[in-house]
């Protein structure tokens, strides 16, 4: 900045000066600034020769060959040229021309010249010049010397000490500045002795500041990172009531440190005070704090690790701030237990169980912040339940209440709304998804460059399934810091959700490499501290604890790649014999099994981890091991027994295993049913979801065949959380099994009403309230009675469905396929059932749809084969089976056709009741003893048809 006062400075002197220069030296001053620009240009201009006014032909080319006329015209020429110079010297001067010779002087060079008027564009543009001249030269002076000239100040610490004794008219006394003088040598002598001298830069100041909310403002404007202020005793020896304010910065000769700024928090002021409130501190115990202090803050943490301070926060001048730091100290050694515990000393001793809960003083929270910091560390390396984290929630909970609309907060709060979020990230369930989006929605607001805020966000957001706002995040996040690992983990856990897996893989790769290199570059720090040539052990340990605080991010690397891996394994389903076949020659590994060397690997990283434990359940379940799945589903739960989701993977994992030994093993399979009723009452009795427990026994009882059962426990859901879309699905499912088709309408469109943010829940309950329209009009159809009203509120329901969507559903188009159907419109029937066909090929309504199509087209052998094809998919349905009669007998095999109407007759005796059968059955019902009767084949025992339609 001195040098460009100085250039401005300059600027304006000159152009003061040309205003009150006469005008003939600003013409020579204009003229100046023209040659210095056309100079330049002048000497590149090869040199023309002289030309006569009678002649177009040059001077050289008339010369004769007569050596005394040459050198007659030679000298000639020459007077010619003096004189012309004379003329222009001359005129520039002002004066008359005065020729050396007129006898061989051309008439036109005798006029005087007058000098050239220069416009204002030209003078303007010579003063841009001359200035540009003026300034450029001592601006890249100053460049030069302050890049190679000048040294660079040599040290990494700035620190101000500002103490003055005040008397009662507030004006520093003589005694205060020679204190403050000998306090400053003190702490030099000091610095000196721990060989700081060089990296530390020691000021007095005069201007201490009056309050404490002005210090830290004083610190960052006097480019100070430690401030001591305050006042002298006037005492002998003197003594010294201070204030401490840090205003830490990051050093880049200390990576290490830049995480603890990034996550920990610093209370802006701490105070040395003594044993009393007037008792005060010595010279001495300040040079000793600064010094150990500056040791700190430059990094050299081994040179204070034997240095501890006493334990008692309430001892000693400055126990307080050496505690803080000592925990601190702790905490980048990677001494966490010690650490969590120095902190919790500070808070029981110095502040007791109040704090921070209703205690606002900066220190109370800056504590209480750090503890909970490391309880998050703590947990991220393994070495922590999850359940501890509800202490850190707690605290962080507490800390960010602590600012009130009235009243500015005691601290910055945006670390503490970061952290809290990252630990209801990590504390998991629904709730701590939700107050977790709600902090880091907070954070990314107040700053928009918060990188690794965006990337916990776009996790938090995938957990609520809002992926369009986790992909955005996570994007924001990528592009406020392209080296952050965990945002393209974000990024590609985002994708997964949406099924773009080859892009995913692409950004889970970039994650695992920018992890694994920052996670050798930490590492090499650290070995070349503990080897290399400036060896330096004990500095070492803290290099190689903030390596080893990489490994959570390298643990949720793996996690996503495992992630992955089950997604690949699930797209690929049971690989044909040919595929197996390969990888065993090849010795290629599955998906699933590449999923579980992922997992071991953030195992290793993270032990007991329950993100991995549970998701290695969900592989071994997609593989059907059955046995594996059960124990990872139960380590799980152990490991963090607040979870659903190891509850509801375990029970799932039991009632598959369950399902599997069905028919050979059914006491082995009432045991798993058993084991799996028991997980999800747990739920129920732990209140940790009745709703999700009582669905999931409505689903057993569903499975083992109790209706009524499933009903009541299906209802006991929705009593306990009324919005439970799924359970109102599930209620008008057992309804329709029931017969109670009013009912199963009810409670489809409630489904519908509360599956906001659920689309295939509202899209399964429009196709089934389309399936209950369609039978109510087949009912009355059989009746005589068709209501063309039902058919159409079908044909609405199963519209809405497939606009529900952004795909094409099969179910639906089955539906409007039927519809059109009854509405004898074959070719757009074919045209929805082909449809659906194309997209699902063994789907029951389809095939039976496509069969009556034909049949109504007298197409006998394309029914045929349809109507065969819907019989294989359902073998217990009559419809199926008479069709498939009436399509023999249009191929005139009687014999096949008899066979099937026999087989249709035993099957309506077998199922006498009305409510056991569709519409479709029970039109083949009535039918079926005229199709007897017409082969010549007696019925054996009338069809029940007294009972009403459903």
């Known amino acids: 900045m001195i040098w460009l006062f100085g250039s401005a400075l300059a600027l304006l002197i000159l152009l003061l000066l040309l205003l009150v220069l006469p005008i003939e030296w600003r013409q020579r001053f204009f003229l100046w600034l023209r040659g210095l620009a056309e100079g330049p240009r002048r000497r590149r201009r090869p040199a023309q020769p002289s030309r006569s006014p009678s002649s177009s032909r040059s001077w050289q080319e008339e010369q004769p060959a007569d050596p005394e006329t040459k050198r007659q015209r030679w000298q000639a020429h020459s007077r010619q040229v003096l004189e012309r110079m004379q003329v222009v010297k001359n005129g520039l001067q002002g004066s008359k021309t005065q020729p050396l010779s007129t006898s061989t002087n051309p008439p036109q060079l005798s006029a005087k010249i007058e000098p050239k008027q220069q416009s204002t564009p030209d003078i303007l543009v010579r003063l841009l010049i001359g200035t540009v ?30 103490p003055l004794s005040m008397s009662d008219n507030m004006a520093p006394s003589l005694r205060a500045r020679q204190s403050s003088q000998e306090l400053l040598s003190l702490v030099e002598q000091s610095l000196q002795e721990q060989g700081l001298a060089d990296l530390v830069r020691l000021e007095l100041s005069a201007d201490a500041p009056l309050r404490p909310a002005l210090a830290l403002d004083f610190a960052r404007n006097n480019d100070a990172d430690l401030l001591l202020w305050g006042w002298l005793q006037q005492q002998s020896p003197p003594r010294y009531n201070l204030h401490l304010t840090i205003n830490p910065r990051l050093d880049r000769e200390v990576p290490e440190f830049e995480q603890y700024l990034q996550l920990m928090m610093t209370p802006p002021t701490f105070s040395l005070y003594g044993g009393g409130s007037t008792e005060g501190v010595s010279p001495q115990e300040v040079a000793q704090t600064v010094t150990w202090l500056a040791h700190f803050y430059l990094g050299q943490f081994e040179r204070i690790e034997d240095q501890k301070p006493p334990d ?26 010690q650490a969590q515990q120095t902190y919790d000393r500070l808070l029981t001793e110095r502040y007791g169980p109040n704090c921070p809960q209703e205690s606002d003083d900066p220190i109370c929270l800056g504590v209480a912040h750090n503890k909970a910091v490391t309880i998050l560390t703590r947990e991220s390396l393994g070495a922590l339940a999850p359940t501890s984290l509800d202490e850190a929630i707690q605290l962080l909970r507490a800390i960010v209440d602590s600012a009130t609309p009235d ?35 907070r954070v990314t607001q107040e700053d928009r460059h918060h990188a690794a805020a965006w990337a916990a966000l776009s996790e938090a957001y995938r957990e609520q399934e809002k992926i369009a706002l986790a992909k955005e995040a996570a994007l924001f996040a990528v592009r406020e810091d392209d080296s952050l690992a965990l945002a393209y983990v974000a990024l590609g856990r985002s994708l997964l959700q949406e099924q773009e897996l080859s892009r995913a893989s692409r950004e889970l790769d970039t994650a695992l490499d920018l992890a694994m290199e920052e996670s050798r570059r930490r590492r090499s720090r650290g070995t ?92 071994y379940l997609a593989d059907q091991e059955f046995d594996h799945a059960v124990n990872a589903f139960r380590t799980a739960k152990e490991r963090d027994s607040s979870r659903l989701e190891a509850y509801l993977g375990l029970a ?89 088709q009013e009912k199963a309408l009810d409670n489809f469109a409630l489904a519908i009403d509360k599956a906001a943010g659920q689309p295939e829940t509202r899209l399964k309950a429009r196709l089934e309230r389309g399936a209950i329209y369609l039978e109510k009009y087949l009912w009355k159809k059989n009746e005589g009675e068709a209501d063309n009203a039902l058919l159409n509120q079908a044909q609405d329901e199963w519209q809405k469905a497939q606009n529900a969507v952004d795909r094409d559903v099969p179910a639906a188009l089955s539906g409007l396929g039927r519809v059109a159907y009854e509405k004898s419109q074959f070719d757009q029937a074919l045209d929805y059932l082909k ?19 034909y049949e109504a087209q007298a197409s006998s ?36 056709a008899l066979e099937h109407f026999q087989q249709v007759e035993r099957m309506c005796q077998e199922r006498p009741e009305k409510k056991q059968r569709s519409a479709d059955e029970e039109a083949s019902c009535q039918e079926i003893a005229d199709w007897l009767e017409q082969l010549g084949q007696p019925v054996s025992t009338p069809v029940p048809t007294e009972s009403a339609a459903p």
């Open 133 to 162: 001249l003026i300034v450029g030269i001592p601006l890249l002076v100053v460049i030069l010397r302050e890049r190679w000239i000048t040294p660079k100040r040599p040290h990494r610490l700035t620190i101000l000490l500002a």
């Open 835 to 853: 449809q659906a066909y194309g997209l699902q090929r063994n789907d029951f309504n389809t095939l039976y749809g496509l069969g009556l199509v």
């Open 407 to 441: 009243k500015e907060p005691a601290l910055d709060l945006l670390p503490a709304r970061y952290n809290l979020g990252r630990a209801y990230l990590a504390r998991g369930g629904s709730q701590g998804t939700a107050s977790a989006v709600a902090q880091l929605e």
């Open 528 to 619: 070349a501290l503990r080897e290399g040539p400036k060896a330096n052990p004990g500095r070492a340990r803290y290099a190689l604890a903030w390596a080893k605080r990489n490994d959570d991010v390298l643990a949720q690397v793996h996690l996503a790649q495992a992630e992955l891996y089950l997604a690949l394994a699930k797209e690929e389903g049971r690989p044909s014999i040919f595929v197996y076949v390969w990888r065993l020659i090849t010795q290629e590994k599955a998906p699933s099994e590449l999923a579980i060397d992922e997992l071991k690997q953030a195992l290793e990283k993270h032990p007991q981890w329950y993100p991995a434990l549970y998701l290695r359940g969900e592989i």
């Open 652 to 740: 799932e994992a039991l009632r598959q295993q369950a399902k599997s030994l069905d028919d050979g093993q059914p006491d082995e399979a009432a045991k798993k049913f058993a084991e799996a009723r028991a997980t999800y009452q747990e739920l129920i009795d732990k209140e940790i979801n009745s709703a999700r427990g009582h669905f999931g026994l409505g689903e057993i009882a569903e499975e083992t065949g109790d209706i009524e059962l499933a009903r009541q426990e299906f209802q006991k859901a929705v009593d306990s959380n009324p919005n439970y879309a799924q359970a109102y699905l599930r209620l008008g499912q057992v309804d329709m099994k029931l017969g109670d």
């Open 312 to 337: 008692e926060a309430t001892t000693g001048p400055s126990s307080e701030v050496l505690q803080f730091h000592w925990a601190a100290l702790q905490w980048l050694g990677g001494d966490y237990a």
């Open 861 to 896: 052998s394309l029914a045929l084969d349809y109507f065969f094809q819907a019989q294989q998919s359902d073998k217990k349905n009559i419809a199926a089976l008479y069709h498939l009669g009436v399509a023999y007998f249009a191929q005139l095999n009687e014999q096949q």
